[in-house]
């Protein structure tokens, strides 16, 4: 994580903690969260390839593998949209309304949190009246 923290701080380690990098590269609030237990890209790269393998099982037709795989990326609170969307759409193919709800919801929730780091905040931005609309379409299902 080391690396991390010099390359967001133009490669000074002796910069003081919470102080902006040079050219403003991450705000200071963000900077101080990198390595740390509040760091939603901490295991960034295994999630990825999580996600990778859940769509491989999906395309082999394996959807109990790919839901699991999906559950897990979405309870450690992937910063992406793709496995909230791939998983709600699993659900709601099983008629599991609750279930894409249940996802839908959380995305929702993670978009509004304001924790997201700042390019997939933006993304969750745009992709939050999609999910609000998704959300209520399956209340009026679960309704009817």
Do not use: C
């Amino acid at each position: 994580m080391r690396w991390i923290r010099r390359l967001f701080r133009e490669g000074d380690p002796d910069r003081e903690p919470g102080r902006d990098a040079p050219g403003g590269i991450l705000p200071a609030e963000e900077a101080e969260k990198i390595g740390t237990e509040h760091d939603l890209l901490a295991g960034y790269e295994a999630a990825l390839e999580r996600n990778t393998q859940a769509a491989r099982s999906e395309e082999r037709g394996d959807v109990e593998g790919a839901i699991h795989l999906y559950e897990t990326s979405v309870a450690e609170e992937f910063v992406g949209a793709h496995p909230y969307e791939r998983l709600a759409a699993l659900h709601e193919n099983r008629r599991n309304y609750a279930g894409a709800l249940r996802v839908t919801e959380t995305f929702v929730s993670l978009a509004r949190s304001g924790r997201l780091p700042r390019g997939s905040q933006r993304s969750a931005d745009r992709k939050l009246p999609e999910f609000e609309a998704r959300a209520e379409r399956y209340r009026r299902l679960l309704e009817g």
